[in-house]
């Protein structure tokens, strides 16, 4: 990640170019909401609220990589093993674009942005942070074949713990320690 800048928040420019990539990239096309959530401007700065981003960019400023947190429950769906879905009431996402790609950055930005995440956290008063700890977890929705975050989340300890929904989408969970 030396060739990047890491970055917590998203400015006007990234926002416009978050758009335009969930417009024409392949693989946010196939696997995710992003063309709906970042349909243009208004609808991502209006979806951005109440969203912890964290961004990696080109020496230009220019996106190249996204993730962000966001206090959403957990889905009711059926689950493979037994979960409080009370524990897991954070979901994460990541992606990278272009030439940021192929790279092998998506495991440290992932842990990067979850690290800087966990240390905001930790400054906040008890009473604001949901069920008053932070050894909760956290969750993540993805495509049953998108292997290459399947295979991403396993690794940074994520587990499935559903089978695909009617949309083809699965749950994993890790807890937070």
């Known amino acids: ?15 416009d170019q978050l ?23 208004k609808s991502a700065a209006k979806w951005l609220t109440g969203v912890t981003p964290f961004t990696l960019s080109d020496d230009k400023v220019n996106l190249v990589g996204i993730t962000w947190f966001h206090e959403k429950p957990l889905p009711k769906r059926e689950f493979t093993e037994e979960i409080n879905s009370s524990d897991f009431y954070l979901t994460f996402a990541i992606r990278l674009y ?7 950055l998506s495991f440290e930005f992932m842990k990067k942005s979850l690290d800087k995440f966990m240390d905001s956290r930790r400054s906040l008063p008890r009473t604001l ?15 049953f074949d998108n292997y290459p975050t399947i295979k991403l989340s396993e690794k940074f300890g994520f587990r499935k713990v559903s089978e695909p929904d009617e949309k083809g ?3 994993m969970i890790r807890t937070l320690l």
């Not at 272009?98 to 092998?104: D, N, S, T």
């Open 1 to 15: 990640m030396n060739n990047y800048k890491f970055r917590r928040g998203i400015t006007d420019l990234q926002i």
């Open 19 to 41: 758009v335009q990539y969930s417009k024409i990239d392949p693989a946010v096309l196939k696997f995710t909401a992003d063309p709906i959530r970042f349909k243009d401007k």
């Open 98 to 104: 272009g030439k940021a790609r192929g790279k092998g």
């Open 129 to 143: 942070i949901r069920g008053g700890n932070d050894k909760n977890g956290v969750w993540v929705e993805t495509s």
């Open 169 to 171: 989408k699965i749950i």
